[in-house]
């Protein structure tokens, strides 16, 4: 089975950072397009950020500039660091795995990220 492990959450001040980290196991991991997608209680998820196979990237118009997503596809670990962060990035921080040709879409369990003084 597929697993998705988020690590990197926590807690943090307006204007600072954190890595998060996304190891995925049991998987193709080059083929597949990763990305990273928050959600708030109440609000639809949110699409943060994604990188193909050969490190095409693409983000949210809420976080270029201040976010970068890498893939490191020997270790089979997606990162998003996260620079400048505000009270609106308050969320739980989902790792996604699709690959598009096989229909394959996995989500991992999430880890949350609050940024408070």
């Known amino acids: 089975q597929v697993q998705l492990v988020e690590s990197g959450g926590g807690l943090v001040q307006p204007g600072g950072s954190l890595r998060l980290s996304c190891a995925a196991s049991?998987?193709?991991?080059?083929?597949?397009?990763m990305g990273w997608y928050r959600q708030t209680p109440g609000k639809q998820r949110e699409f943060v950020a994604t990188i193909t196979g050969d490190g095409y990237t693409n983000y949210g118009e809420s976080v270029k500039g201040r976010f970068t997503i890498s893939r490191d596809n020997v270790k089979k670990v997606v990162y998003l660091q996260m620079n400048n962060l505000n009270q609106e990035d308050t969320a739980v921080y989902y790792c996604?795995?699709?690959?598009?040709?096989?229909?394959?879409?996995?989500w991992g369990q999430g880890t949350q990220v609050t940024v408070s003084s």
């Open positions: 049991r998987i193709i991991f080059s083929i597949h397009r």
């Open positions: 996604n795995a699709w690959y598009p040709k096989s229909g394959n879409d996995y």
